[in-house]
């Protein structure tokens, strides 16, 4: 068998605590034995820790050069390239030809919520990644949608720490951010108090009000992206 372990956050488990987390998540290579394969990534430490203990063999999927695979290919969806790194690695365990990859990677589109393309409407591109419950996935939106123009960010807090998300939005000059839910107002305090930034922010609970002000902020020819960073469970009523 093949096990192959993503990514792990503190944040977003529902276990009693963050270890009973990860003990469930180790039960992926467990049992598996010498002639089992563990793929993992390995900028995670404790994944990196979990791969010197299994009795299968072991490759961390970041040494798979997948942007050389892909820097000709214009792929027709959004997406954080370690999911595709992580594809190519298994699909190299499978003998599937580099071509073959190729030709099917681009017919893949990605699941509802995640880094969605919803269309373009007068010329502003809109992007619903409202699957996004972490920060670090908010900074992984960006890589994928260089040409942000306006931000609509927040949701329920369970112990983000936003600083890391409100130095890299220092750095990338957004011109309009809209904080929504707890940690909305939770990244605007971090901004306002420990980087001097360009941005114009605007606070509100309402999605409705969220989305007019970024159709009617947007430049053309730029992306609205709505990416959370957080669950958003506060801001409806079920």
């Given at each position: ?19 009973e987390y990860f003990q469930a998540k180790t039960n992926i ?17 404790l994944i990196a820790e979990l791969a010197t203990q299994t ?184």
């Amino acid at each position: 068998t093949i096990a192959c372990f993503l990514n792990i956050y503190e944040e977003t488990h529902n276990h009693d605590s963050f270890d009973e987390y990860f003990q469930a998540k180790t039960n992926i290579t467990t049992h598996q034995s010498s002639s089992d394969v563990f793929l993992y990534n390995g900028s995670f430490s404790l994944i990196a820790e979990l791969a010197t203990q299994t009795h299968a063999q072991t490759q961390d999927f970041q040494a798979f050069d997948i942007e050389s695979i892909l820097k000709d290919v214009e792929l027709p969806f959004a997406t954080h390239m370690d999911n595709i790194r992580a594809v190519w690695a298994l699909c190299s365990y499978f003998n599937v030809s580099q071509e073959d990859f190729v030709t099917h990677i681009q017919t893949y589109r990605p699941l509802q919520y995640r880094l969605e393309n919803i269309g373009t409407h007068d010329g502003i591109d809109f992007y619903n990644d409202s699957a996004s419950i972490h920060p670090s996935s908010t900074l992984f939106a960006f890589q994928t949608i260089p040409h942000v123009d306006t931000l609509i960010v927040g949701g329920d807090d369970r112990g983000y720490d936003m600083h890391e998300l409100a130095e890299d939005l220092s750095t990338r000059h957004i011109p309009h951010i809209v904080c929504m839910g707890e940690t909305g107002r939770m990244l605007l305090d971090v901004c306002s108090k420990e980087y001097q930034m360009k941005s114009k922010f605007f606070q509100t609970d309402s999605l409705l009000d969220a989305v007019e002000y970024a159709y009617t902020h947007a430049r053309r020819g730029s992306a609205c992206l709505l990416s959370s960073g957080a669950p958003s469970y506060g801001l409806f009523e079920n």
